[in-house]
């Protein structure tokens, strides 16, 4: 089909103000050839229909923060744009529960929701800029994993459109939702190859009376003095919402120290945090520094940690990679001091890990020879352990010489039955997940 004929087809179905035809290419891929930006469910309903019935793939974009995670297909027939269907649905302060349309941004909604004193638990990267259909489609989430959990802890229902165009709903919008399979689960991170979520309802947290974010530093890079240090803190009475470790490259960036930082972050009323941060300053390691950031302090550091994310910044976006890297606990230590083996003049990066969660992210940045060579590094170190390394943010032509998604995992044949038997066409987000999906 002609874009012509395309274009005149959609035409009957949107105003000429809702579509536009793009021209060239994307250097992260995962473009189309015509972007339609719905602002009604109905719309987005008629769009998935309009593409099964005419064989026509279709790319799902929210923010557009993860134009290059995933994806093996440079460009599709139809991008689906979730910017402009956005909006709260419906707030209940009382059940503290929110619900949202899919394009609507998370930040705008956290600074909504802290004229309740509510919030989100979610801690995404690249918050300022991403859509909140994003952050469940893609599972993301940072480092108040630890004490908020991940977007499957958080999600309490969804409405779904199928790729079929049928419009379904997913768990519900209370909390104690207790009946049959919870099907939410199925679709959050799912990376929109199955469905096209259209509103999601999330259950909120208070925000804390009071917040400190603890740096502590270890001078002598001694890894055994770490693994001590945070067995201690594990094993004591202290809710840290955060235990993240900071490589030496990236703390000397972030506190102009360079040395590996573990950022400790309390939330509670003032008196228990105080407690907490009083604690913990008996245990600094002999020669380390220990500083405190209250409030706004704190803010701004974790605000300046979550925009690292290197598809931000246009400049980056070429000649740099991010991995999620999964490992037990202890073993983001070892990750750690891989990437700073790997630190050169050549190649450049920064790594952070959970020590309560597991869940590490590298950045590299270099030349895609460089960067390549150093996620297989990354990688001998994820087999031998039984871990993973995916590929968050890759250009198009580098992700063609790599497998993004690691080894497909033992459970992978199921993977491929759901996606046959819901989008049996093969129409939502092409081998944008696991294996090629």
């Known amino acids: 089909m002609m874009i012509?004929?395309?274009?005149?087809?959609?035409?009957?179905?949107?105003?000429?103000?809702?579509f536009s035809v793009e021209e060239g290419s994307h250097d992260l891929g995962n473009r189309a050839e015509v972007t339609v930006r719905p602002t009604k469910e109905q719309?987005?309903?008629?769009l998935v229909s309009f593409a099964h019935s005419n064989g026509k793939k279709v790319i799902i974009?929210?923010?557009g923060t993860k134009k290059g995670f995933g994806g093996l297909v440079e460009h599709a027939d139809i991008c689906l744009s979730l910017k402009d269907y956005k909006g709260i649905v419906e707030h209940n302060p009382g059940d503290m529960t929110i619900t949202l349309k899919a394009g609507t941004s998370y930040l705008e909604v956290q600074n909504y929701l802290a004229?309740?004193?509510?919030?989100?638990?979610?801690?995404?990267f690249a918050n300022e800029h991403t859509s909140i259909g994003g952050v469940i489609a893609a599972n993301d989430s940072g480092p108040k994993r630890l004490g908020y959990g991940s977007a499957r802890d958080a999600?309490?229902?969804?409405?779904?459109?199928?790729p079929d165009g049928s419009l379904i709903r997913a768990g519900g919008k209370v909390v104690k939702n207790v009946a049959g399979y919870d099907m939410n689960?199925?679709?959050?991170?799912?990376?929109?190859?199955?469905?096209?979520?259209?509103?999601?309802?999330?259950?909120?947290?208070?925000?804390?009376?009071?917040q400190s974010l603890v740096l502590i530093s270890f001078p002598a890079g001694n890894l055994d003095v770490i693994k001590q240090f945070v067995v201690t803190v594990l094993d004591s009475l202290m809710e840290p919402i955060t235990l993240e470790l900071l490589s030496p490259t990236l703390a000397a960036k972030l506190t102009g120290r360079r040395e590996y930082t573990?950022?400790?972050?309390f939330e509670d009323v003032e008196s228990s945090v105080h407690y907490q941060t009083t604690y913990l300053e008996n245990l600094k390691p002999e020669g380390g520094t220990f500083t405190i950031l209250q409030q706004e302090d704190a803010n701004l550091f974790w605000q300046a940690f979550y925009d690292l994310y290197p598809g931000l910044n246009a400049e980056n976006k070429t000649k740099s990679a991010a991995l999620k890297v999964g490992l037990k606990n202890m073993e983001v230590l070892e990750l750690l001091e891989v990437t700073e083996r790997l630190e050169s003049g050549q190649i450049h990066l920064l790594a952070h890990g959970g020590l309560g969660h597991g869940i590490s992210q590298v950045y590299l940045y270099g030349e895609s020879d460089r960067i390549l060579s150093a996620i297989q590094e990354i990688r001998k170190l994820t087999s031998a352990k039984g871990g993973y390394a995916i590929v968050k943010h890759l250009p198009f032509s580098e992700r063609l010489k790599i497998n993004i998604w690691d080894e497909s995992p033992s459970y992978f044949f199921l993977l491929k039955q759901i996606k046959a038997k819901v989008d049996p066409n093969n129409i939502l987000n092409e081998k944008r997940y696991v294996g090629g999906i």
Do not use: H, W
Request: glycine share 8%; no cysteine; proline share 4%.
């Open 155 to 162: 999600v309490i229902g969804m409405r779904l459109v199928y």
């Open 185 to 210: 689960k199925l679709f959050i991170g799912s990376m929109g190859t199955l469905a096209v979520i259209s509103e999601i309802t999330l259950k909120l947290r208070p925000v804390a009376n009071y």
């Open 43 to 46: 719309e987005i309903a008629d």
């Open 115 to 124: 004229g309740f004193n509510q919030m989100i638990s979610l801690d995404p």
């Open 4 to 18: 012509s004929d395309f274009k005149d087809k959609l035409s009957a179905i949107f105003p000429i103000e809702k």
């Open 61 to 63: 974009e929210g923010g």
């Open 262 to 265: 573990a950022a400790i972050q």
